[in-house]
């Protein structure tokens, strides 16, 4: 069984960084797996931010473009979150996803595993 573990959140002033962690267990596919972090702010709907597919490449949010920077270890299993010059907008509990075959990376229903999440609180 998959299962996904986030740490790193906390709260931080505005134009401060903080790097979110997600560690991978129960799966030997390290190298056929696609992730993602997905956030979801109080009274906002769940947004995708960030992911990477099985090759490296990565996608971004168009709100996170040039602050966030999203990487793995495939060795240690680990996920991360670099996130930089935050801002009160990105509050929000924010989750890493897990996915065999993911098609388009900001469709939740594209992953099979999710995390509890982790976070996040930006304050003015």
């Known amino acids: 069984q998959v299962q996904l573990v986030e740490s790193g959140g906390g709260s931080v002033q505005a134009g401060g960084s903080l790097r979110l962690s997600c560690v991978v267990t129960?799966?030997?596919?390290?190298?056929?797996?696609?992730l993602g972090w997905f956030r979801h702010g109080s009274g906002k709907e769940r947004e995708a931010v960030a992911a990477i597919d099985k090759s490296g490449t990565t996608s971004y949010a168009d709100s996170v473009k040039g602050r966030f920077s999203i990487s793995k270890d495939n060795a240690k299993n680990i996920l991360y979150l670099q996130m930089d010059s935050l801002s009160p907008e990105d509050t929000a509990l924010y989750y890493c996803a897990f996915g065999y075959n993911v098609r388009w990376w900001s469709r939740p229903d594209e992953y099979n595993y999710w995390g509890q999440g982790t976070q996040v609180t930006v304050s003015s």
């Open positions: 129960g799966d030997n596919s390290r190298y056929r797996r696609d």
